[in-house]
């Protein structure tokens, strides 16, 4: 008969507070399997801590996105943000279900092409662009977005020298009446900055002017800002047309989507308030509509959604190492998974799922990571079931970012597996080992 473990008696003091709309977080299902695939066998097999992606929310996700904009709008293309999550397997199938590729920088340019992206699928966007980059960019044939005057300048070199025409879009920044503007990038809409570089452009005569790209910000959670900025890209379309007699072929509204993720200090749950892709296919199309173009004037419709689209498909599955308590007597474990591979944790409060059975017992508890840093905070308020050394825990929406922020800071990146459609486990990437950190390093001679 095994022992039974232990816990010492803790008297708390009762915290007399009204539940949120959603209720507590006390109420948990254990997550025992993803797809089918048993939690136990995934970490027995590739290690823990481990990534785990799920092909089935991946497809239904674009394809749900595709459908909410598609119905409303006669021309959309997604183009898959590479910086968002650029594991050749997770581009891949984005690419697969018909999307271009959006990437910011010569690397990401790069690994598009080897995913077999042609040029003319490829957004070039970001405000680092190299000259050698861009002279590929030419070459290939992929939409340059301008984000400043020196990069124009710097292309206008580029199109003396290889005596080509680049194909460009022009990023605006605009007020979609939030609370920060994303004037950081590209050239603003209100004072007419934007206005005064497209007819500079033009009077260049080195560019095909193609497009209009903004992007108004991150995890946005108002449509009414895609509204306000859809009706001003379009009414700036419509402008080109008139005086600069150039026709558009497309109006790029970037990302910015948001998630089922819930924003720390965040009063309601990420499902309870992050719109549908529905909600924000309505607001964008409805504003296109209110500028009075034809029909066929209409300028194809380029969405960059990132975030939206793999979050929810990402999990990370983690082992607990330890328990504690605090000076002030509160429950402190410690996992195997920390800030190191979950960046997102600093302004997310993750779902937390048991990966076992468990007793009844609940406790308000501070989840910690394994690094030698006390930021390594994966959740400072959570209330789980009392768990042991060897437990396993779900972190869900983990798949935007993670994988490209991650570091290889105190521990080694893990594996990262695909569960696909037919419940088939294939390894995405493999988990570092110390040749990997070494080999790059140089002896002193």
């Known amino acids: 008969m095994e022992k039974r473990r232990y816990e010492r008696p803790l008297i708390k003091p009762i915290k007399a507070m009204l539940p949120g709309k959603v209720g507590t977080d006390a109420y948990l299902s254990p997550v025992l399997d993803i797809d089918g695939v048993p939690i136990e066998r995934l970490m ?4 823990s801590p481990l990534f785990v992606f799920s092909e089935e929310k991946l497809r239904s996700n674009i394809q749900s996105a595709k459908r909410a904009f598609s119905t409303r709008y006669p021309n959309v293309q997604f183009a898959w943000s590479y910086k968002t999550n650029y594991l050749d397997g997770i581009c891949q199938l984005f690419h697969d279900e018909g999307s271009w590729a959006e990437v910011v920088s010569g690397f990401e340019f790069d690994k598009a092409l080897q995913n077999g992206v042609p040029g003319s699928q490829i957004l070039f966007n970001g405000p680092s662009k190299s000259k050698a980059d861009l002279l590929k960019a030419v070459q290939k044939g992929a939409f340059i977005h301008i984000d400043n005057l020196d990069e124009l ?38 004072n007419g900055q934007a206005w005064e570089t ?6 260049m005569g080195k560019f095909d002017l193609k497009g209009l790209h903004c992007h108004i910000g991150t995890f946005i959670l108002t449509t009414k800002a895609y509204a306000m900025a859809a009706e001003k890209m379009a009414r700036l379309a419509l402008r080109v047309s008139q005086e600069l007699n150039v026709r558009l072929e497309y109006i790029d509204l970037g990302g910015g989507f948001a998630s089922h993720n819930t924003l720390k200090a965040s ?19 409805s504003a296109i509509y209110k500028v009075p173009m034809k029909a ?18 990402g999990y990370l599955l983690s082992t607990v190492l330890s328990n504690k308590r605090s000076a002030a007597g509160r429950r ?7 800030v190191n591979l979950l960046f997102t944790s600093f302004w997310y409060d993750h779902k937390i799922s048991p990966a076992q059975p468990y007793s009844k017992y609940f406790e308000d508890v501070t989840l910690f990571g394994p690094l030698c840093m006390n930021i390594d905070m994966i959740r400072e308020y959570v209330c789980l079931p009392l768990l042991n050394r060897g437990d396993h825990l779900v972190i869900h929406n983990v798949g935007a970012y993670n994988v490209t922020q991650w ?23 493999n988990a570092e ?9 140089m002896p002193i001679k």
């Open 332 to 338: 402190y474990t410690v996992i195997d998974a920390g």
């Open 198 to 203: 497209l007819c500079k452009m033009e009077r």
């Open 407 to 429: 570091m290889q800071f105190i521990t080694l990146r893990p594996n990262v597996v695909l569960v696909d459609r037919k419940g088939s486990v294939s390894l995405l990437r």
């Open 296 to 313: 066929s004037e209409l300028p194809m419709l380029v969405l960059e959604t990132g975030r939206a689209l793999v979050d929810d498909a």
């Open 44 to 47: 027995r097999e590739y290690g």
């Open 153 to 190: 300048y710097l292309l206008s070199e580029v199109a003396d020298e290889c005596g080509e025409r680049p194909k460009v879009a022009l990023r605006v920044n605009l007020d979609a009446g939030l609370s920060q503007q994303w004037d950081r990038f590209g050239f603003n809409y209100e």
């Open 267 to 285: 009063y309601l749950g990420g499902p309870d308030i992050s719109p549908s892709f529905d909600d924000y296919a309505e607001a964008i199309t």
């Open 433 to 441: 080992t110390l040749q990997d950190v070494k080999g790059k390093e």
